[in-house]
C-alpha cells in the first residue's frame, strides 16, 4: 500500500511539475520582447478573406485572408534573438463561402479584386508549335485545349506550367486530366450553360467554366473592349490570332493584369 502511495505522489509530483513549468515558460514568453512586438503588429498585418459570389446559377472564387502563426513567428525570431517582420510566419483564413466543393454552379471569373486574367487556347496540331513559341517568348502559362486526341507530346506541355484538356466540339471539353503534374483541379468548359452538362461535370466533381470574353474575328478589339479583373478569355488559334497574339499579350500586360491558368485564377 505504501508502495501504490509512493507512485501516485511521484506521479502527482511530474504532473504538477510539468504543469508549472509549462506555465512558466508561457510567462516568460508573453514578456518576451518580441512576443510583445509579435502581438502589437498582428493584427496591422491581418488580411480578412473575401467570400465567394454565388448569384443563382453562377459562382466566382473568394480569396482566403491570412493572420500572424504567433507561435511560428516567435520561434523564428528567437533563433535570431531579435524582432524582424520579414520573419512572420502566416496561416490562411479560408472565406465562408468558398468555391471548394461546389460543382453545381457556372464559375465565370476570377475574383475582381485580383488583377488576374486567364487565357484559353482551343488549337489544332498544325498551329500547336507556333502557339508554344510565342506563349514561351512572352512567358506566358495558359490553357490549352487541342481538338487532336491527346499524346505525350502534348501532355509534355504540363511539364512547362500549362493546363492541357481535349476539345470534343464547339461548345463542350472534355475535363483536363494531368497525371503527370496532378493538377488540383478539373475544369469542364462551356461556351454557354447547358444544365445536363453541368450536371455531368458536378457528378464528376469538375468546375464547370464558362469564358466572360470569347473573341471571334476581331481577338484585340473583342479583348480591348471587354476586358477586366478576373476575365476568362477564350479563343480560336487561327492566322489572324497567331498575328496579333503577341501583341494581345503585350497589351494584358500593359493594363497591369497578370496572366495565369485557370488553376491559379480559381484559387483561394
Not at 516567435?74 to 535570431?80: G, H, S, V
Amino acid at each position: 500500500m505504501k508502495k501504490y502511495f509512493e507512485v501516485i505522489g511521484f506521479v502527482t509530483l511530474a504532473i504538477f511539475s510539468f504543469y508549472f513549468t509549462s506555465k512558466t515558460s508561457t510567462v516568460i514568453k508573453n514578456t518576451d520582447d518580441i512576443m510583445i512586438k509579435i502581438k502589437e503588429d498582428m493584427n496591422n498585418m491581418k488580411t480578412n478573406p473575401v467570400d465567394a459570389i454565388i448569384d443563382d446559377d453562377t459562382i466566382i472564387p473568394g480569396i482566403s485572408g491570412r493572420e500572424v502563426d504567433i507561435s511560428k513567428s516567435y520561434d523564428a525570431m528567437k533563433k535570431i534573438g531579435t524582432y524582424k517582420d520579414n520573419l512572420l510566419v502566416y496561416k490562411k483564413i479560408k472565406p465562408n463561402i468558398s468555391i471548394n466543393n461546389i460543382y453545381n454552379k457556372y464559375i465565370i471569373s476570377g475574383n475582381p479584386n485580383r488583377n488576374q486574367v486567364s487565357l484559353i487556347f482551343k488549337v489544332d496540331e498544325s498551329n500547336l508549335n507556333l502557339l508554344m513559341s510565342i506563349l514561351k517568348e512572352n512567358r506566358v502559362r495558359a490553357n490549352i485545349f487541342t481538338v487532336d486526341k491527346m499524346d505525350d507530346s502534348i501532355l509534355s506541355l504540363v511539364r512547362e506550367g500549362h493546363n492541357i484538356g481535349t476539345i470534343s466540339n464547339s461548345t463542350w471539353a472534355s475535363t483536363l486530366v494531368d497525371k503527370i503534374a496532378n493538377q488540383k483541379y478539373n475544369y469542364c468548359y462551356l461556351e454557354e450553360k447547358e444544365k445536363e452538362v453541368l450536371d455531368i461535370c458536378s457528378m464528376n466533381k469538375s468546375y464547370t467554366v464558362i469564358p466572360s470574353i470569347i473573341t471571334k474575328n476581331t481577338p484585340t478589339l473583342t479583348i480591348k473592349k471587354d476586358i477586366k479583373s478576373g476575365s476568362i478569355i477564350s479563343m480560336d488559334v487561327n492566322k489572324t490570332l497567331l498575328k496579333e497574339l503577341e501583341y494581345i499579350i503585350k497589351y494584358i500586360k500593359s493594363k497591369g493584369y497578370d496572366i495565369v491558368t485557370l488553376e491559379d485564377l480559381l484559387s483561394e
